[in-house]
């Protein structure tokens, strides 16, 4: 089986899906792994470090001919032109109103896996590459936060006067929020947050913060089985809007986290919000890649919109690469090893494994994600053929 790790070539992503530990234990399962030159470096990872581990380190055209391809972002089309038919394709895929990039690995017969769409369950908490980037990007927006901010975050009493505490507030208690949260405790911030879901309360209250929003009869039924928030009614986002907004008055640090799958991220502080803001204030907005949460946020900008400084980083784990990396490495490790026969030491998918059936996205010149599948999926004749020649 051989294996391969590309460098990311897509908005200069700077990590990379595998870190020398994940090598050492690919090639103890029998893989030949093999590092595109210059991968890691971005991650800090160097070719020597990779080549110590027992990776060979090639170049793209090693693409042609592998079993797996490990990636950090859905392949471009002049990859997916590299690689072989009934190769394996694991990556972050973002395969929302993304149909036609779907239907092109599906047309190059790739078995293609989306990471983001690992099933909240006991036994993949090792493989949930959601959690493990958006705490690192909770992590990293109180950071980002700190450095816009021209005033200390903790409170300090000294000769010369007493420095009070910044005030910090989160929107959005999910993984990343609940990361920011402690961060800014840390580093010594008053901190309270907000979120629809009503089991956000109890955890926000755990790690010190204060909770805010308002808790009527839809609050308390707005959250899904699979524990995301739930779409809410104009009305409650009227009356949450209109709380939100006395409490932002009064805020020196704004973090939004809110995204709901497959959806734009819903506008969480309008321009007359920001308005009422204290001067100099911040706003980090983490979900400027799918619409931002603040109006006005600009994607990789620091826009003064007012009063406040409106942080719009985007790929915030990417700015911690070297961390990022090494925890999204482990994420892919974990989920590939249930892939590999242990016996023959190939590639052996199981359809009836609820992880394969939450995370394949194409299969034999077929889109099949249930989500995704066009209405008719059927692979064409030239494809069917193809794989009936391969599996003889």
Do not use: C
């Amino acid at each position: 089986m051989k294996l391969f790790v590309p460098k990311e070539h897509e908005d200069g992503e700077p990590r990379v899906a595998a870190s020398p530990d994940t090598v050492k234990r690919l090639v103890g399962l029998g893989a030949e792994v093999v590092v595109e030159a210059g991968a890691g470096w971005l991650s800090r990872i160097t070719d020597e470090a990779f080549a110590a581990a027992g990776a060979r380190i090639g170049s793209g055209a090693d693409a042609a001919d592998a079993d797996v391809i490990l990636k950090v972002r859905r392949p471009a089309a002049s990859e997916i032109a590299q690689y072989r038919r009934g190769a394996i394709v694991v990556a972050i895929m973002d395969p929302y109103g993304r149909d036609a990039e779907l239907a092109a690995m599906a047309g190059a017969g790739l078995t293609a896996f989306a990471m983001e769409l690992m099933p909240r369950i006991t036994r993949a908490q090792v493989m949930d590459v959601l959690s493990s980037q958006a705490n690192l990007a909770g992590y990293q927006a109180v950071i980002d936060a700190a450095a816009v901010y021209d005033r200390a975050f903790p409170m300090m009493m000294t000769a010369a006067g007493t420095v009070p505490a910044a005030r910090v507030f989160v929107m959005g208690a999910g993984v990343a929020g609940l990361q920011a949260i402690a961060t800014a405790r840390r580093l010594g911030a008053v901190v309270s947050a907000t979120d629809v879901r009503p089991a956000a309360k109890e955890q926000v209250e755990s790690l010190g913060a204060k909770f805010v929003a308002v808790e009527d009869d839809e609050f308390r039924a707005a959250e899904t089985a699979a524990g995301y928030a739930k779409p809410m009614s104009p009305a409650y986002q009227a009356k949450q809007a209109e709380l939100t907004a006395a409490h932002l008055a009064k805020q020196d640090i704004v973090v939004t986290t809110a995204l709901i799958p497959g959806r734009p991220a819903p506008r969480l502080v309008t321009r007359a919000m920001l308005e009422t803001m204290r001067p100099g204030s911040v706003i980090v907005d983490l979900a400027v890649e799918r619409g931002g949460n603040v109006e006005g946020a600009e994607a990789d900008r620091v826009a003064e919109i007012g009063p406040v400084k409106v942080v719009g980083y985007r790929n915030v784990p990417g700015r911690i690469a070297a961390t990022a990396s090494q925890l999204y490495a482990k994420n892919l490790f974990a989920f590939l090893e249930t892939l590999i026969d242990k016996t023959t030491r190939e590639p052996k998918i199981d359809l009836e494994d609820e992880l394969v059936k939450a995370t394949m996205l194409t299969r034999d010149g077929r889109v099949v994600h249930p989500s995704f599948a066009p209405p008719d999926s059927s692979p064409s004749d030239e494809i069917v053929e193809s794989s009936a020649e391969r599996d003889a």
